[in-house]
């Protein structure tokens, strides 16, 4: 595939960028997190998704979706972090979506036209510690009835509090630290004996903590193979590593392009900042960087959707990349803004929060850089 | 070396018969920290006790002269005392912008009269301090401030408006920098003291990202400051605060996080052994930190014996704070999701979150990395251009 | 696709039948390389065979027109036909900054005349061309040089000194830049051809710390260029050097080491798996080098399709050249010890070494890092200023 | 201690200072470079070393030297490093002298003379392999007869063919990665059974390749104790890093004020280039480094001279700091010379190529990372 966009690609950014920028601008973000919102983003713009068909964008044509892939929803996700506008798109429609497509019939038709619609949320429960370790999952799932019983803790359970379903990965045999073994599970949020404790994050994002105390589920809630999760928990976590990392190539862009323009008009020393050296090679190093991780995700989400033996490799060293560089962008962001860079008021710092999260979400650039190593064979 | 044992010794046996007990252990936040001024409330018996002792004795300024509130110490015995309260967890009696700042900056400048008037409050806590540099649009070029004192014989008349006033808002007094000559970019400065409840003065407190407001800023509607409030000359108010950035830079560069060389890594190991990379970030950073503790260590012992350049600190400055930021950065990706909460209890109300946030700003304050940068190039390694 | 996939069969099968077995094997050192020219040695039957075959289809530059010497394919078959060449391991008939770096320059900016005359030499291999843009004392600053060509009439006389001109002592020709007005700074240079045998022209090779002299110092001592060996036009001799140090970028971008995406831990795993810290500066190296394949990926396409901005290519150099001296910084801590070795066999002579050494001057020939970064800041971000 | 240099150790500089500049600077060393010496450096120099009693600076004054310790020795090697001075100074009278004040008196007086009289070169053979582990000695020690019978390999063996007496590291004990059963040997340069083979280095040292073929060596050759020999090799081998170090700090100071001088005269696009804020800055932050590793280093030294427990600890960490600093000032000097500084005809290389090999020296900046944090307990 050439690493450009095609035309309807073209179009579909352009029209992701109008959306955010008129729908979900930073102000819609601030609105909400100066309320205090217990979800951490709006059900209506959610419906907008929808209306835009943004919701369905990886759904297949044949289920009611765009049948779009990871370059289309990257393209979506990139405005998201750009205007940093809160919604359930990369947990919901990118991450939850990719798995329930190895789902069988019946679930797919339970749960993709609430995503359609911009009326289902659902939260993916794979954490168990403060770092991201799928492999090292512990939360068990004992055969019990005509199903399972789970029992285990997760944490940082983006939107878990507003989701209609949570996919809960857990132990049907092997070890901790074993691949094989795994189940994924779609648990109903009103299940019996699972509880909630929902925690607002730098970023204001809302996350949970979910205690789930011998919760039952029936056989179909399995999400593909018992003990077979691991391809299903890989597929997801991949649409979601990329996922953040196309949005953080949008909030590092908007950081860098904030930042820019300031460089243009504040003055110091009766001249433009902008004129001094020192402040031009590090934004045109800064501009590298930006542009080096735009190029890795687009290269990974291309892999990706050619279902390329190398996606897994690349979508590792993206979102590695892509936390690199956006971590760059907001740091280099905040200082360059000087003093009202560290005020609530201006909009910088918000950015930087977001990446912060971005950066943590389904692995840091330091647990992906030693994912790369090892596939690389060292 | 005797003598300076024998002073160890009282100190000691001093600390111990009145330090009260709930001092003994570390401040837990900010409600613990005595800042005095006429509208503090403290927080305990213990508190008051401590900083009315601490007060008696000379030692919320142990080495300035008696004279001005202080015991005189000479630097070493004021070393063997901070050494002494650090073995027994003693809290500062008293934190003050005044001893930290304003009163350096009065013992070299100020009349007999100002010292014994302003330094003896400073020293009992009873004026609580703040300071007025900087301008919104001057930043790291503060001499561009516009904030006018038109001269009235007697008085000045003050208008204008200031930005980043620590506790502005919590502030008894407040020192500023006002422009008294418009025709004189540096030497139309000067440097006043006035009564933050002088009609006129208003203050508006700034939220930062970390959720916090410890600044604020700070409007002065033709604000009347009497002639004698003036510290070191009319239009060389520079003079004075350049003085004071030096002092303040001194205390910043020391920021490099808990003072000490004690890695963090150890108290992480169950993450850092799971993530070999972040693992090794840490381990450049300890080499890094253990290498500013002897940086810092070297440079205190050559400026004392005044073998360091003048503009040395204005290196220490940038190394120290660009180090706290690494720090920060480490601590929140050891930290992980849990580090991300912003308000649970888990996250003690999100400290790391907002510890992290604050250190963004210290290589801003007092005088951004930038500038040091441009000053280090210039005045220690005098490359050439303006 | 499938008029593309006939051509790849029938270069496939040309290759198979004309390759010579020999020729096929990676080149092991200079000695492999075929530079072509009037006083070149031919290493190996083999070596000539491939070169005259390679002439005759017009494989030596494969996009160049028929009519100049080339075989006239598309960008498409171009590529395919390199992909066959990689393939089967079809060593480069001819390296030559003619074919690299002239050629292009004469196809936009040259006569009809001169595009028959030159580039069917630089086609055949018949000429091998040096570069003579820098001078001593003009490093970046490429427009202040001072070698000057005095108007004859008929001719200039051209005298004055360029310096790392590359293989300058082997070169039969050389394209360079000489000032033919010195009242205009950047219009006051033209572009001239000329034989490196005319009387006044001097070499004298440097040698580089890596030990090898790839460069030269060049003289010129009244040495006379007749007027139609100039290309483009008259002053406007910048046009065609910025063009060409446009090309020269390109080129210098994708240096970042092995052309490929292929990581060099997996050979060192033996002396990564006890270093982690070692271990954990690689891993984030790959991520790094993977990017930069991609970005250039990228570039490529756009630059193709005319999405890309005209000074891109400084980006891409200065990415490309930081990250392939990075490289070597790591090649040598891998290779420890024994990369150390200098003449040694066990060490190819120093191979590792030398090359480390060599890949310093990356992000200094051809624009050095510091004026990409001023161009990226200028042209593509627009940053204010001089 | 306080941080700062007291009298006498400001008068050890200056007169170190003054004999290297005119007796040993870099066109000394270009000399017996260009002349392809076998030695790679000058015995007559090393004579004038012990006319200026440095060669015993670390030797008891009991015993003949000067008493001195680490920082005074590691003031002779920052002026040999700002000098490239070639000598066997650091292996001989840094790390062997370290290792032959815990030998017996009967070893002492065999070889202390020799080295004061700058008459002995010592080599150290501790290296088997391309990094530095020395836990992972494999060099076999068997016992025979009177003593033991050494078989095995070395290499990096610096100045070894020029040595009078190699300290070999060899099992006596133990399984390769154990602490415990190594024992340190004087093996003669005239052995039957030891062959070298010598290299020349980047830096256009000698370093050799040492076989040893079942060498017999009497039973007092053994340094310190018969497998306790890790004690030994641990101060010898801080000492030779906190003076690899110190050489380090000499070598990227050097460097560095040769890159200033040059940024305050070169003129590009009519100005001198020292006038580029981007130029500026980064000297400002290499000056910041070097003093930053010039601090580390002697806060080691001092430490180590003390015998305080935390010696290693900084040892480990600034020969990591002062590999890194000078790193850097090497690599900026170039870069900053840009095309000149290429050509060997000019300085700036040869400090470049020197600094890559004292990085090299018992251990680079991510090992002793690693063990800085292994110390400190992750």
């Given amino acids: ?166 996919i809960v990965a857990a132990r049907t045999a092997g070890a901790v630290g074993e691949t094989d073994g795994l189940t994924l599970f779609a648990v109903d949020k009103d299940a019996a004996g699972l509880s909630m404790e929902a925690a607002r994050l730098v970023d204001s994002a809302m996350a949970a903590h979910v205690k789930l105390d011998g919760v039952q589920v029936n056989a179909d809630a399995v999400i593909g193979d018992v003990d077979g999760g691991w391809a299903v928990l890989s597929k997801m976590l991949d649409a979601g590593r990329v996922g953040a990392a196309a949005e953080m190539v949008g909030v590092g862009t908007g950081a860098m392009d904030m930042t820019f323009d300031y460089l243009k008009t504040r003055k110091q020393f009766d001249r433009v900042i902008g004129e001094f050296q020192a402040l031009q090679h590090r934004a045109a190093h800064l501009y590298g960087e930006m542009e080096g991780a735009r190029s890795i995700v687009l290269k990974a989400q291309s892999l990706m959707d050619e279902g390329h033996a190398k996606a897994e490799l690349y979508v590792a060293a993206a979102k590695a990349k892509a936390g ?47 994912r790369v190593a090892t596939m690389n064979g060292y | 070396m005797s003598e300076l044992e024998t002073f160890r010794a009282e100190a000691r046996a001093w600390l111990e018969e009145n330090c009260p007990a709930e001092m003994r252990t570390p401040a837990k936040g900010d409600e613990d920290v005595c800042w005095g001024g006429r509208n503090f409330v403290f927080q305990s018996d213990a508190q008051k006790l401590w900083l009315e002792r601490c007060v008696a004795k000379g030692y919320t300024v142990p080495d300035w002269p008696k004279a001005y509130g202080g015991a005189g110490l000479s630097p070493q015995e004021t070393k063997v005392l901070r050494q002494e309260m650090a073995k027994l967890g003693c809290r500062s009696p008293l934190n003050s912008f005044g001893i930290w700042m304003l009163g350096p900056a009065l013992l070299k400048f100020g009349t007999e009269e100002q ?85 006129g003065v208003t203050t508006k407190p700034i939220k930062l990202i970390s959720g916090n407001s410890p600044f604020c800023e700070t409007f002065f509607d033709n604000v009347v400051v009497p002639k004698h409030q ?55 950073f300890d080499v890094e930190n253990l290498t500013f503790r002897a940086h810092g260590e070297r440079f205190m012992d050559e400026w004392k014996t005044g073998k360091a350049h003048p503009a040395y600190s204005n290196l220490m400055k940038y190394v120290g704070t660009e180090l706290n930021k690494k720090r920060n950065e480490l601590v929140m990706s050891i930290g992980g999701t849990q580090a991300l909460e912003w308000e649970s209890e888990r996250s003690n109300g999100g400290s790391k979150a907002r510890n992290w946030l604050r250190t963004k700003a210290n290589s801003i304050e007092g005088g951004t990395s930038e500038v040091m940068l441009n000053v280090v190039s210039k005045r220690i390694l005098e490359m050439p251009g303006a």
């Fill in chain 1, 1 to 166: 595939m050439a690493m450009t966009l095609n035309d309807d690609q073209n179009m579909l950014r352009e029209s992701a960028r109008d959306f955010m920028a008129s729908e979900a601008p930073v102000t819609h973000f601030r609105k909400f997190r100066d309320m205090g919102c217990k979800d951490g983003f709006s059900h209506g713009l959610w419906k907008q998704f929808a209306e835009m068909g943004f919701t369905g964008i990886l759904i297949p044509e044949a289920e009611g979706g765009m049948g779009m892939g990871q370059i289309e929803a990257g393209i979506v996700l990139e405005e998201i972090g750009r205007n940093l506008s809160p919604s359930p798109f990369l947990t919901t429609s990118v991450a939850a979506v990719e798995a329930l497509k190895l789902a069988d019939k019946a679930m797919r038709d339970r749960w993709f036209p609430g995503i359609l619609a911009g009326e289902t949320v659902i939260g993916i429960a794979i954490e168990e510690g403060v770092k991201h370790r799928p492999e090292k999952i512990a939360c068990v799932a004992e055969r019990s009835g005509n199903g399972f019983k789970l029992t285990g803790h997760k944490q940082f359970v983006v939107q878990g509090t507003s989701s209609d379903m949570l």
């Fill in chain 2, 115 to 199: 010292k014994v008037h302003y330094l003896g409050q400073i020293a009992r806590g009873e004026i609580r301090w703040c300071q007025g540099y900087s301008e919104p649009g001057s930043g790291s070029d503060l001499v561009s401030m516009q904030t006018f004192g038109e001269d009235k014989g007697d008085h000045w008349v003050v208008n204008g408006q200031k930005i980043w006033t620590s506790y502005a808002d919590k502030a008894d007094w407040i020192f500023c920098l006002v422009r008294t000559d418009k025709t004189n970019k540096y030497q139309g400065i000067s440097f006043l003291l006035f009564d933050m409840e002088t009609p």
């Fill in chain 1, 324 to 370: 690199l560089a956006c971590n760059l962008a907001v740091r280099e962001g905040v200082q360059m803004h000087g003093g009202i860079g560290m005020t609530d008021e201006y909009d910088i710092g918000l950015y930087m929060k977001r990446d912060r999260g971005l950066n943590e979400f389904f692995g840091d650039a330091y647990y992906h850089a030693d």
């Fill in chain 2, 230 to 284: 003036i510290v070191g000359e009319l239009n060389r108010g520079w003079d004075v605060a350049k003085y004071l950035l030096g002092h303040e830079r001194e205390m910043i560069s020391g920021m490099g996080g808990d003072g000490g060389v004690t890695s963090i890594g150890a108290a992480m190991k169950a993450v850092l052994s799971e993530e070999p990379v972040l693992r090794a970030q840490m381990a450049l």
